[in-house]
């Protein structure tokens, strides 16, 4: 299967314990996002990778979240000293990076419940 | 500020019929637009998109119109079957002032086809 992948696919903490979640995006594919979606809502943009780069980041990404993309291939979201309203599914999506308008391909997601 | 809206939070059709789900946007400047379908506990699976330059495009059962003076989309399924339950998502994008294309997603309306 070459789709984007997700690991964990759950994960439940315990308020102020650090998670991190992993990402691979489809193969060739030079964009990486990173989404949040909560019960009743759309996926919400949390940042955005062009290769290694990361180029954009939302005001919902606080300072206890940090995302990378070492080598411009697989990507990791951290979440240090998790609260309860950390509580969500993460969403890792990937697009090809050639053009302005392009699909984006959306993995399975890692739900994180803080307790 | 709700840029993208889905104002029905769900609807029902019977098997065979034509389902219709709407989804309206406030800002012209989106260019891009896509429909997603979601079952529980998996990510968004991409169905069909359109470029504000089009105001249809057909995919199989599938198609979107774009009515760029209404700000408003729709995506028709014909028929429907009663694998296409799940939860729709419109997405809408546009080149922001850093140069990014973010998708900017509905809240979903909840599709159930019935037998």
């Known amino acids: 299967d070459t789709g984007v992948s997700q690991d964990p696919r759950h994960k439940i903490t315990k308020r102020g314990q650090n998670v991190t979640f992993r990402c691979d995006p489809i193969?060739?594919?030079?964009?990486l996002y990173w989404y949040r979606q909560t019960l009743g809502q759309g996926p919400e943009f949390l940042t955005y990778?062009?290769?290694?780069?990361?180029?954009?980041k939302s005001r919902l990404l606080s300072d206890r979240f940090s995302a990378e993309r070492p080598k411009g291939s697989f990507s990791t979201l951290e979440i240090q000293r998790t609260e309860q309203g950390d509580s969500a599914m993460y969403l890792c999506a990937s697009s090809l990076g050639l053009a302005a308008q392009e699909t984006q391909y959306f993995g399975p997601g890692t739900r994180l419940l803080v307790l | 500020d709700q840029q993208v809206k889905q104002n029905s939070p769900s609807l029902s059709v019977q098997e065979g019929r034509i389902s219709i789900l709407n989804c309206d946007y406030t800002?012209?400047?989106?260019?891009?637009f896509l429909w997603y379908k979601k079952y529980p506990a998996e990510g968004p699976t991409f169905l069909i998109s359109i470029s504000s330059i089009k105001d249809k495009n057909e995919d199989g059962r599938f198609t979107v119109f774009l009515n760029k003076s209404a700000k408003h989309l729709s995506l028709h399924i014909v028929p429907s079957q009663p694998g296409d339950s799940a939860v729709y998502f419109c997405?809408?994008?546009?080149?922001?002032?850093?140069?990014?294309?973010?998708?900017?997603f509905g809240t979903g309306t909840r599709l159930k086809v019935l037998a």
């Open positions: 990778f062009q290769n290694e780069a990361q180029l954009e």
């Open positions: 800002n012209s400047m989106f260019d891009y």
């Open positions: 193969s060739e594919h030079n964009r």
């Open positions: 997405a809408a994008s546009a080149r922001d002032t850093s140069g990014t294309y973010k998708y900017i």
